[in-house]
């Protein structure tokens, strides 16, 4: 029932910046965690960010200092800054909703590619 619509990637150039934006159907962050995943062709869906719902942050080690999430409630919308890409950085970028991490409900994705 909640419906999570992603925009904001494109075609950046390495060291460029995107911000992703997840829009949510539901007033649903005090339920649910809140986290982007990246899935690349031939790699596994890797967990990128995520945002609990007490508002605690964690990345990965591979993004560390260079994403950010972040969430505005009212707006019921969750962000990922994206600094300083490389193109390794490629990926179809998902949002995710749910209860447990990696479960529940997901945006349809939106395309980022790093690439001079």
């Known amino acids: 029932q909640v419906q999570l619509v992603e925009s904001g990637g494109g075609l950046v150039q390495p060291g460029g910046s995107l911000r992703l934006s997840c829009a949510a159907s539901?007033?649903?962050?005090?339920?649910?965690?809140m986290s982007w995943y990246r899935q690349a062709p031939g790699k596994q869906r890797e967990l990128v960010a995520l945002?609990?719902?007490?508002?605690?942050?964690n990345y990965a080690d591979s993004v560390k200092g260079r994403f950010t999430i972040s969430r505005d409630i009212a707006k019921r919308t969750v962000y990922l800054q994206m600094n300083s890409l490389k193109p390794e950085d490629t990926a179809v970028y998902l949002c995710?909703?749910?209860?447990?991490?990696?479960?529940?409900?997901w945006g349809q994705g939106t395309q980022v590619t790093v690439s001079s």
């Open positions: 945002v609990t719902t007490s508002g605690s942050t």
């Open positions: 995710n909703a749910g209860r447990i991490t990696g479960t529940g409900y």
């Open positions: 539901l007033s649903i962050f005090s339920i649910y965690a």
